[in-house]
Protein backbone atom coordinates (compact mmCIF):
# COMPACT_ATOMS: atom_id res chain seq x y z
CA UNK A 1 0.00 0.00 0.00
CA UNK A 2 3.42 2.57 0.55
CA UNK A 3 4.41 1.44 -2.80
CA UNK A 4 0.95 2.45 -3.79
CA UNK A 5 0.91 5.80 -2.20
CA UNK A 6 3.73 6.97 -4.19
CA UNK A 7 7.30 6.58 -4.56
CA UNK A 8 8.61 9.61 -2.10
CA UNK A 9 5.29 8.48 0.65
CA UNK A 10 6.38 6.93 3.77
CA UNK A 11 3.72 5.12 5.63
CA UNK A 12 3.96 3.80 9.42
CA UNK A 13 1.53 1.42 10.24
CA UNK A 14 1.06 0.33 13.94
CA UNK A 15 0.11 -2.90 14.98
CA UNK A 16 -3.12 -1.62 16.79
CA UNK A 17 -4.41 0.29 13.63
CA UNK A 18 -3.60 -2.80 11.58
CA UNK A 19 -5.59 -4.94 14.09
CA UNK A 20 -8.51 -2.18 14.12
CA UNK A 21 -8.17 -2.12 10.04
CA UNK A 22 -8.77 -5.88 9.61
CA UNK A 23 -11.62 -6.02 12.28
CA UNK A 24 -13.37 -4.03 10.60
CA UNK A 25 -12.87 -5.23 7.51
CA UNK A 26 -14.10 -8.95 9.04
CA UNK A 27 -17.12 -6.96 10.24
CA UNK A 28 -18.17 -5.75 6.61
CA UNK A 29 -17.88 -9.04 5.28
CA UNK A 30 -19.74 -10.58 7.86
CA UNK A 31 -22.29 -8.23 7.77
CA UNK A 32 -22.35 -8.71 3.48
CA UNK A 33 -22.78 -12.39 4.52
CA UNK A 34 -25.55 -11.92 6.86
CA UNK A 35 -27.42 -8.71 4.52
CA UNK A 36 -27.39 -11.53 1.78
CA UNK A 37 -28.90 -14.34 4.28
CA UNK A 38 -31.67 -11.85 5.54
CA UNK A 39 -30.76 -11.14 8.80
CA UNK A 40 -30.93 -7.47 8.77
CA UNK A 41 -34.77 -7.75 10.57
CA UNK A 42 -37.04 -4.32 11.19
CA UNK A 43 -37.55 -4.05 14.89
CA UNK A 44 -40.34 -1.66 15.89
CA UNK A 45 -40.69 0.93 18.90
CA UNK A 46 -44.19 2.60 19.63
CA UNK A 47 -44.81 6.06 19.94
CA UNK A 48 -47.50 6.89 21.61
CA UNK A 49 -50.09 10.47 21.76
CA UNK A 50 -50.60 12.18 25.03
CA UNK A 51 -53.49 10.37 26.30
CA UNK A 52 -50.82 7.00 26.25
CA UNK A 53 -52.57 6.04 22.69
CA UNK A 54 -49.90 4.07 20.01
CA UNK A 55 -50.18 5.92 17.04
CA UNK A 56 -47.57 4.82 15.39
CA UNK A 57 -43.85 3.31 15.54
CA UNK A 58 -40.06 3.54 14.79
CA UNK A 59 -38.97 1.22 12.53
CA UNK A 60 -34.95 0.23 14.03
CA UNK A 61 -32.93 -2.19 12.05
CA UNK A 62 -31.73 -5.27 14.21
CA UNK A 63 -28.75 -8.18 13.18
CA UNK A 64 -30.52 -11.24 13.63
CA UNK A 65 -26.42 -12.81 14.20
CA UNK A 66 -26.41 -16.86 13.56
CA UNK A 67 -23.31 -16.59 16.15
CA UNK A 68 -23.64 -13.29 18.16
CA UNK A 69 -27.13 -12.92 18.89
CA UNK A 70 -29.40 -9.63 18.36
CA UNK A 71 -26.96 -6.84 17.12
CA UNK A 72 -27.72 -3.06 17.72
CA UNK A 73 -27.39 -0.83 15.41
CA UNK A 74 -24.43 0.76 16.51
CA UNK A 75 -22.57 -2.06 16.15
CA UNK A 76 -23.30 -2.32 12.40
CA UNK A 77 -24.59 0.90 10.86
CA UNK A 78 -21.42 3.32 10.66
CA UNK A 79 -19.58 0.16 9.20
CA UNK A 80 -22.21 -0.33 6.43
CA UNK A 81 -22.15 3.57 6.35
CA UNK A 82 -18.70 3.49 5.35
CA UNK A 83 -19.58 1.50 2.39
CA UNK A 84 -22.21 0.75 -0.19
CA UNK A 85 -23.79 -1.86 2.16
CA UNK A 86 -25.90 0.85 4.16
CA UNK A 87 -28.07 1.59 0.52
CA UNK A 88 -28.88 -2.12 0.59
CA UNK A 89 -29.94 -2.14 4.19
CA UNK A 90 -32.03 1.17 4.01
CA UNK A 91 -33.94 -0.49 1.21
CA UNK A 92 -34.47 -3.98 3.00
CA UNK A 93 -35.83 -1.98 5.91
CA UNK A 94 -37.49 0.17 3.96
CA UNK A 95 -39.52 -2.65 1.88
CA UNK A 96 -40.11 -4.12 5.80
CA UNK A 97 -41.66 -1.25 6.96
CA UNK A 98 -44.02 -0.81 3.82
CA UNK A 99 -44.92 -4.46 3.84
CA UNK A 100 -45.78 -3.89 7.52
CA UNK A 101 -48.09 -0.77 6.91
CA UNK A 102 -49.68 -3.21 4.48
CA UNK A 103 -50.59 -5.76 6.93
CA UNK A 104 -51.89 -2.98 9.53
CA UNK A 105 -54.26 -1.43 6.96
CA UNK A 106 -56.00 -4.79 6.50
CA UNK A 107 -57.23 -4.29 10.21
CA UNK A 108 -59.24 -1.74 11.51
CA UNK A 109 -57.31 -1.65 14.91
CA UNK A 110 -54.27 -1.13 13.09
CA UNK A 111 -55.12 0.98 9.44
CA UNK A 112 -53.93 4.24 10.99
CA UNK A 113 -50.43 3.41 12.49
CA UNK A 114 -47.88 5.18 10.87
CA UNK A 115 -44.44 3.38 10.85
CA UNK A 116 -41.09 6.15 10.99
CA UNK A 117 -38.01 5.05 8.68
CA UNK A 118 -34.36 6.16 9.75
CA UNK A 119 -32.17 7.52 6.70
CA UNK A 120 -28.49 7.43 6.47
CA UNK A 121 -26.34 10.13 4.79
CA UNK A 122 -25.26 7.94 2.24
CA UNK A 123 -28.74 6.95 1.12
CA UNK A 124 -30.13 10.51 1.02
CA UNK A 125 -27.60 12.07 -0.99
CA UNK A 126 -28.22 9.11 -3.87
CA UNK A 127 -29.97 11.64 -6.52
CA UNK A 128 -32.32 8.91 -6.98
CA UNK A 129 -33.43 8.78 -3.21
CA UNK A 130 -36.80 10.27 -3.18
CA UNK A 131 -37.67 7.89 -6.86
CA UNK A 132 -36.40 4.75 -4.78
CA UNK A 133 -38.54 5.25 -2.09
CA UNK A 134 -41.78 6.26 -3.87
CA UNK A 135 -41.06 2.90 -5.99
CA UNK A 136 -40.95 0.88 -2.47
CA UNK A 137 -43.94 2.54 -1.37
CA UNK A 138 -46.20 2.07 -4.88
CA UNK A 139 -44.80 -1.85 -5.25
CA UNK A 140 -45.83 -2.81 -1.92
CA UNK A 141 -48.78 -0.65 -1.87
CA UNK A 142 -48.38 1.15 1.49
CA UNK A 143 -49.85 4.38 2.20
CA UNK A 144 -47.21 7.16 1.51
CA UNK A 145 -49.37 9.05 4.46
CA UNK A 146 -48.05 6.76 7.03
CA UNK A 147 -44.48 6.69 6.37
CA UNK A 148 -42.19 9.09 8.27
CA UNK A 149 -38.65 9.38 7.39
CA UNK A 150 -36.08 10.68 9.94
CA UNK A 151 -33.39 12.76 8.82
CA UNK A 152 -30.91 14.37 10.77
CA UNK A 153 -29.29 17.91 10.96
CA UNK A 154 -25.65 17.11 9.45
CA UNK A 155 -27.50 15.11 6.36
CA UNK A 156 -29.08 18.37 5.61
CA UNK A 157 -25.97 20.68 5.91
CA UNK A 158 -24.46 20.16 2.19
CA UNK A 159 -26.56 20.89 -0.40
CA UNK A 160 -30.17 22.58 1.11
CA UNK A 161 -31.54 23.24 -2.06
CA UNK A 162 -31.07 19.40 -2.95
CA UNK A 163 -32.56 18.26 0.41
CA UNK A 164 -35.90 20.61 0.42
CA UNK A 165 -36.00 19.33 -3.67
CA UNK A 166 -35.46 15.61 -2.54
CA UNK A 167 -38.32 16.39 0.42
CA UNK A 168 -40.72 18.20 -1.83
CA UNK A 169 -40.96 15.48 -4.17
CA UNK A 170 -42.01 13.18 -1.69
CA UNK A 171 -44.13 15.50 0.50
CA UNK A 172 -45.91 15.84 -2.50
CA UNK A 173 -47.01 12.00 -2.18
CA UNK A 174 -47.59 12.65 1.77
CA UNK A 175 -44.82 11.59 2.86
CA UNK A 176 -43.73 12.91 6.25
CA UNK A 177 -40.41 14.44 7.45
CA UNK A 178 -39.53 14.15 11.16
CA UNK A 179 -35.45 15.71 12.50
CA UNK A 180 -34.23 13.49 14.44
CA UNK A 181 -31.97 13.73 17.31
CA UNK A 182 -32.94 17.38 17.66
CA UNK A 183 -30.57 20.02 19.67
CA UNK A 184 -27.30 17.59 18.98
CA UNK A 185 -26.53 19.05 15.91
CA UNK A 186 -26.09 22.78 14.22
CA UNK A 187 -29.12 23.57 12.97
CA UNK A 188 -29.63 27.69 12.33
CA UNK A 189 -32.69 28.42 12.70
CA UNK A 190 -33.34 30.57 9.33
CA UNK A 191 -32.81 27.06 7.64
CA UNK A 192 -34.94 25.18 10.02
CA UNK A 193 -37.68 27.63 8.72
CA UNK A 194 -36.96 26.60 5.50
CA UNK A 195 -37.02 22.70 5.24
CA UNK A 196 -40.46 20.79 4.53
CA UNK A 197 -40.50 18.90 8.37
CA UNK A 198 -43.44 17.61 9.51
CA UNK A 199 -41.98 16.94 13.40
CA UNK A 200 -39.04 17.59 16.00
CA UNK A 201 -37.66 14.73 17.85
CA UNK A 202 -35.70 15.97 20.81
CA UNK A 203 -32.82 13.97 21.48
CA UNK A 204 -32.76 11.50 24.46
CA UNK A 205 -29.61 13.34 25.88
CA UNK A 206 -32.31 16.27 26.66
CA UNK A 207 -34.80 13.73 27.91
CA UNK A 208 -32.94 11.88 30.53
CA UNK A 209 -32.51 14.51 33.13
CA UNK A 210 -35.90 16.03 33.36
CA UNK A 211 -37.51 17.03 35.22
CA UNK A 212 -34.64 17.79 37.75
CA UNK A 213 -31.91 19.18 35.76
CA UNK A 214 -32.40 22.85 35.02
CA UNK A 215 -30.48 22.89 31.95
CA UNK A 216 -32.30 20.12 30.54
CA UNK A 217 -35.75 21.45 31.47
CA UNK A 218 -34.38 25.05 30.11
CA UNK A 219 -33.14 23.57 26.66
CA UNK A 220 -36.78 21.47 26.25
CA UNK A 221 -38.66 23.93 27.01
CA UNK A 222 -37.30 25.97 24.61
CA UNK A 223 -37.10 23.26 22.07
CA UNK A 224 -41.27 22.86 22.21
CA UNK A 225 -41.26 26.47 22.32
CA UNK A 226 -39.59 27.05 18.72
CA UNK A 227 -41.42 23.79 17.42
CA UNK A 228 -44.77 25.06 17.85
CA UNK A 229 -43.74 28.48 16.87
CA UNK A 230 -42.84 26.41 13.51
CA UNK A 231 -45.54 24.58 13.43
CA UNK A 232 -44.00 21.19 13.81
CA UNK A 233 -45.18 18.47 16.16
CA UNK A 234 -42.65 17.82 19.05
CA UNK A 235 -41.76 14.27 19.54
CA UNK A 236 -39.35 12.59 22.72
CA UNK A 237 -37.01 9.75 22.58
CA UNK A 238 -35.69 7.83 25.50
CA UNK A 239 -38.69 8.88 27.67
CA UNK A 240 -38.28 5.98 30.70
CA UNK A 241 -40.19 7.75 33.61
CA UNK A 242 -43.27 8.85 34.41
CA UNK A 243 -41.91 12.27 35.59
CA UNK A 244 -40.00 12.73 32.53
CA UNK A 245 -43.43 12.32 30.53
CA UNK A 246 -45.20 14.26 32.59
CA UNK A 247 -42.67 17.53 32.31
CA UNK A 248 -43.04 16.44 28.79
CA UNK A 249 -46.54 16.67 28.24
CA UNK A 250 -47.30 20.02 30.89
CA UNK A 251 -44.87 22.15 28.05
CA UNK A 252 -47.16 21.00 25.49
CA UNK A 253 -44.59 18.04 23.89
CA UNK A 254 -47.17 16.25 21.20
CA UNK A 255 -45.89 12.56 21.12
CA UNK A 256 -43.57 10.16 23.49
CA UNK A 257 -41.04 7.16 22.77
CA UNK A 258 -39.14 5.54 24.78
CA UNK A 259 -38.83 2.28 27.57
CA UNK A 260 -41.70 3.76 29.78
CA UNK A 261 -43.96 2.98 26.71
CA UNK A 262 -41.96 0.16 25.27
CA UNK A 263 -38.96 -0.73 24.00
CA UNK A 264 -38.02 -2.20 20.04
CA UNK A 265 -39.82 -5.35 19.38
CA UNK A 266 -40.88 -7.46 16.57
CA UNK A 267 -43.78 -6.00 14.89
CA UNK A 268 -46.35 -8.44 16.43
CA UNK A 269 -45.32 -8.37 19.59
CA UNK A 270 -46.09 -4.26 19.63
CA UNK A 271 -48.86 -3.64 21.84
CA UNK A 272 -51.79 -2.75 20.00
CA UNK A 273 -55.09 -2.07 21.50
CA UNK A 274 -58.04 -3.50 19.70
CA UNK A 275 -61.51 -1.79 19.55
P1 LIG B 1 -32.45 6.88 16.76
O1 LIG B 1 -33.07 6.96 15.43
O2 LIG B 1 -32.31 8.13 17.55
O3 LIG B 1 -33.31 5.79 17.54
C1 LIG B 1 -33.60 5.85 18.91
C2 LIG B 1 -32.66 4.96 19.70
O4 LIG B 1 -32.93 5.15 21.08
C3 LIG B 1 -32.87 3.47 19.45
O5 LIG B 1 -31.62 2.83 19.59
C4 LIG B 1 -33.79 3.07 20.61
O6 LIG B 1 -33.73 1.69 20.92
C5 LIG B 1 -33.22 3.92 21.70
N1 LIG B 1 -34.18 4.18 22.76
C6 LIG B 1 -35.52 4.36 22.62
N2 LIG B 1 -36.10 4.61 23.78
C7 LIG B 1 -35.13 4.57 24.72
C8 LIG B 1 -35.12 4.76 26.15
O7 LIG B 1 -36.14 5.00 26.79
N3 LIG B 1 -33.90 4.68 26.77
C9 LIG B 1 -32.76 4.42 26.09
N4 LIG B 1 -31.62 4.34 26.77
N5 LIG B 1 -32.73 4.24 24.74
C10 LIG B 1 -33.91 4.32 24.07
P2 LIG B 1 -31.09 1.75 18.55
O8 LIG B 1 -32.22 0.88 18.08
O9 LIG B 1 -29.89 1.10 19.17
O10 LIG B 1 -30.64 2.62 17.31
C11 LIG B 1 -29.58 3.53 17.42
C12 LIG B 1 -29.49 4.41 16.20
O11 LIG B 1 -29.14 3.64 15.04
C13 LIG B 1 -30.79 5.09 15.84
O12 LIG B 1 -30.98 6.22 16.66
C14 LIG B 1 -30.53 5.44 14.39
O13 LIG B 1 -29.77 6.61 14.29
C15 LIG B 1 -29.69 4.27 13.93
N6 LIG B 1 -30.54 3.32 13.19
C16 LIG B 1 -31.37 2.35 13.66
N7 LIG B 1 -31.99 1.71 12.67
C17 LIG B 1 -31.55 2.28 11.51
C18 LIG B 1 -31.85 2.07 10.12
O14 LIG B 1 -32.67 1.23 9.72
N8 LIG B 1 -31.18 2.86 9.22
C19 LIG B 1 -30.32 3.83 9.63
N9 LIG B 1 -29.72 4.58 8.68
N10 LIG B 1 -30.04 4.07 10.91
C20 LIG B 1 -30.64 3.30 11.85
MG1 LIG C 1 -34.67 7.75 14.65
MG1 LIG D 1 -33.42 9.77 17.46
MG1 LIG E 1 -31.13 9.53 19.31
Not at 138 to 144: D, R, T, Y
Not at 171 to 186: A, I, P
Not at 222 to 242: D, F, K, P, Q, Y
Request: with cysteine; hydrophobic share 45%; charged share 25%.
Amino acid sequence: QAKAAGRNTQRFFDPAMQAAASARAALEADLRQGMARGEIVAYYQPVVDAEGRIRGAEALARWRHPQRGLVLPGEFIAIAEQSSLILELSQQVLEAACAQLVRWAADSATRTLGIAVNVSARTFRQPDFADGVLAALQASGAHPGLLRLELTESMLLGDVEDAIGKMRRLKDHGVGFSLDDFGTGYSSLGYLQRLPLDELKIDRSFVRGLPSNANDAAIVRTILTLARSLGLRAVAEGVETSAQRDFLRAHGCDAFQGYLFGRPVPAEELPVQHP
